[in-house]
């Protein structure tokens, strides 16, 4: 597709289930990101991809976080055991060497 | 580490008023900064980015921003501001390529007709 897409658009869970996010990035683009934008907090970063490596996983707030890439393409943020303050809304982007290109974002709902 | 300052948490315009949104970066080295814009439920969207050079940045939607070293700025500015223009405004600063955005806190715009 022409950007980056990102599913499901809006979550809902109950406190304590898994929940996976999905990323497709734009063809080509090597590097992916994963943000997190809530109330409280603002805009920060969890991960970031080169290719499917994770060289910063410095944002990832505690060990229910997981994410993986693979084939160099989707990417899938996995959170165990939600909680309500997981409640925000997941940003992925990807790079063309300069500029960052923001998907629609996940909403999710911990309920 | 790196850090972006917005002052500015909402800012009120009629329209065809001019503009400015202060930004303020934190950063030991030459910075990557960027302006981003999010409308309602949107993603964000690139408005402009400074890299090297020219120190006066041109953007889309008629957006410029100029990054000022000496004051650790880097100010958005529009001459005369459309209806279509409210939305919340992300300066954000990178070390470079393939490296993190962080971002400022965000300034929400408001356009009255």
């Known amino acids: 597709g022409a950007g980056v897409s990102q599913s499901p658009s809006n979550k809902v869970t109950e406190k304590g289930k898994d929940v996976e996010l999905r990323c497709d990035p734009i063809s080509g683009h090597t590097a992916l990101y994963w943000y997190r934008q809530s109330l409280g907090q603002g805009l920060e970063f969890l991960i970031y991809?080169?290719?499917?490596?994770?060289?910063?996983k410095s944002g990832l707030p505690s060990d229910r976080f997981s994410a993986e890439r693979t084939g160099g393409s989707v990417s899938t943020l996995t959170i165990q055991r939600t909680q309500q303050e997981d409640s925000a809304v997941y940003l992925c982007?990807?790079?063309?060497?300069?500029?960052?290109?923001f998907g629609p974002g996940t909403r999710l709902l911990v309920l | 580490a790196q850090s972006v300052t917005q002052p500015d948490i909402h800012i009120t315009v009629s329209e065809g008023a001019s503009l400015e949104l202060r930004c303020n970066y934190s950063?030991?080295?030459?910075?990557?900064l960027f302006w981003y814009v999010q409308s309602p439920g949107q993603g964000l969207q690139l408005l402009l980015k400074y890299f090297s050079g020219d120190t006066l940045v041109q953007g889309i939607k008629g957006f410029e921003a100029e990054f000022k070293r000496s004051q650790s700025s880097f100010n958005l500015r529009k001459p005369s501001v459309h209806w279509s223009d409210a939305a919340e405004y992300f300066c954000?600063?990178?070390?470079?390529?393939?490296?993190?955005?962080?971002f400022g806190t965000g300034t929400r715009l408001q356009v009255t007709l």
């Open positions: 950063y030991g080295a030459t910075p990557y």
């Open positions: 954000a600063v990178s070390s470079g390529t393939a490296s993190k955005l962080t």
């Open positions: 991809f080169q290719g499917n490596s994770a060289p910063d």
């Open positions: 982007a990807t790079e063309n060497g300069e500029t960052q290109y």
